[in-house]
């Protein structure tokens, strides 16, 4: 299901309870001594993610460590993307090519109190979710949420550039659960040109699941040397 909300040639891996037990890379293991004991459970299940991932890259033995707030520093020539929440994790990984950024976010399926939607969203957008089709149980706020995570997950790694939820503006269209994501402050740098970012969500009983994949045919620019 996961693997349908990217291009074909994107490798997703979710987590299993057997992975619960697999050791961590020895400067991962080092590197997560820092965080706390549900962090660093978090920290370990998706780097055992990454690591079936990175390996049907051909890629083995490699310590995926964490650099500016908390994004994974991926090996060269690769793009990827983790998530997690309670009861799933998740990585999604790609050479880079074709693919130029991922992001995917999970987060429980459950409404947004009305506060928090109104904090993520502009006005526009809110209007925009206002005029859609009757929402699902979970409502249209938690969708949103959970496509400016993906975005933000696939546009840091390219700018280094921190992106707040009103930096952005997102339309859904519940018929074909996609999305797409649009840069609204000009202050805040293109990912290599692009300005736009499209997207596709699931829902089920569980999850509302969010995954962006930017594509060197979207950029305008070529990659930094």
Known sequence: MIASLFPEDVIVVRATPEMEREPLHPAERAWAERLGENRRREFALGRACARRALARLGIEGFAL?????????????VVGTLTHCRGFCAAAVARCGALVGLGLDAEPARPL??????????EPERARLGALPAAPAVGWGTVLFTAKESLYKCYFPITGAFLGFRDAEIDLDPEAARFTARLC????????????FHGRYHIDEALVI???ALTAAECSEPPAT
């Open 210 to 212: 969010s995954a962006v």
């Open 65 to 77: 460590l964490s650099g500016e707030n908390r994004a994974p520093r991926w090996p060269p020539g």
């Open 113 to 122: 109190s009305a506060p928090l939607v109104e904090r993520i969203t502009a």
């Open 185 to 196: 402050r000009d202050e805040k740098p293109s990912a290599r040109g692009a300005r736009t």
